[in-house]
């Protein structure tokens, strides 16, 4: 993507800028608190995705909290992943690098689908002032069965060829594909919706840093590690996500530690894309979880 080319009509591009920490460029989109010791959010997106998936959500947050998006190494605007960073540890380090950079200390860290690994992963490794973590239909374990076997290598042998990129983004100018591709999440969205997915996976640089990151995620030791989570977990699950089966949420519960308190929203009717799909149902229960979070303690 070319901020030159495509920023103009990009979602929020006056909250837009570019941000350079440990040697990575970053792009950014930020709301300040509205009101002195208001809480600020963190907001992470997944793979193939970038910081506008979260365009009409973050507006309705920001009225309550300073909120911060961007886009993952490879994704978007950012720049490609340098060493390790397209690794589940290695984004996690790169996005402390981030808010450190910026400043920046959020104490809710808000990952969609693998955006949630990186939050949970930030957790686990001692993110400091984070106070709570939303799964948003997170991907936090690993694929069972035949797609676990499969997956990953075959995502790791097309990032190897530098010609898939450019087919998978030819295929995705077709109309047809994309809605099809947007319609296997169990989500639908609306025509400008689509069309900035269609500007994304039509850009082989995008789809290179999909695949990379694909090709490099490893979602066992987060598995293994989960029993050590202390930050409390709000998993938000759409009831029609066709991406990552709604009933990985009862297994993640299962591996936290009874210590760590966590919560089970349902979206009826919502699949993957749910913040994009209804913002005001998914904004109303992370609200309500950000009230929670900051509430004096008894």
């Known amino acids: 993507m070319d901020w030159r080319r495509d920023g103009p009509g990009w979602p929020h591009h006056d909250r837009s ?7 990575q460029r970053w792009f950014v989109q930020r709301w300040p608190p509205p009101a002195p010791g208001a809480p600020e959010l963190l907001l992470i997106h997944g793979t193939g995705a970038s ?56 104490s809710v860290l808000v990952g969609h689908s693998a955006g949630a690994a990186i939050a949970v992963r930030m957790a686990l490794d001692g993110a400091a002032g984070v106070r709570a973590l939303v799964s948003l239909n997170g991907a936090l374990l690993p694929l069972h069965g035949l797609a676990g076997r ?6 790791k042998l097309l990032a190897l060829n530098p010609l898939v990129p450019r087919l998978f983004a030819w295929r995705a100018a077709d109309p047809a594909a994309l809605r099809r591709l947007i319609e ?17 996976v039509t850009d082989p640089a995008h789809v290179a840093g999909a695949l990379a990151m694909m090709a490099r995620w490893d979602l066992q030791p987060l598995q293994s590690a989960l ?15 066709r991406t990552v089966p709604p009933s990985n949420s009862e297994r993640v519960q299962r591996l936290l530690p009874a210590t760590t308190v966590t919560s089970l929203h349902r979206l009826p009717g919502m699949g993957h894309l749910a913040h994009e799909e209804r913002p005001p149902a998914v904004a109303a229960p992370l609200l309500r979880l950000l009230t929670d979070a900051h509430a004096p303690a008894p």
């Open 51 to 106: 910081s506008h998936s979260w365009r009409d959500l973050a507006p309705l947050l920001a009225q309550h909290a300073g909120v911060m998006a961007f886009d993952l190494p490879g994704h978007g605007f950012s720049a490609p992943a340098r060493g390790d960073g397209a690794t589940l540890p290695g984004m996690a380090r790169g996005v402390r690098a981030l808010l450190a950079a910026m400043d920046a200390a959020p």
């Open 150 to 155: 499969v997956f990953s290598p075959l995502a």
């Open 17 to 23: 800028r570019f941000v350079v920490a440990d040697g």
């Open 184 to 200: 296997s999440t169990g989500s639908t969205l609306d025509a400008a919706g689509q069309a900035l997915y269609r500007r994304l």
């Open 227 to 241: 029993p050590r989570l202390a930050t409390p977990l709000h998993l938000v699950v759409g009831e029609q996500d």
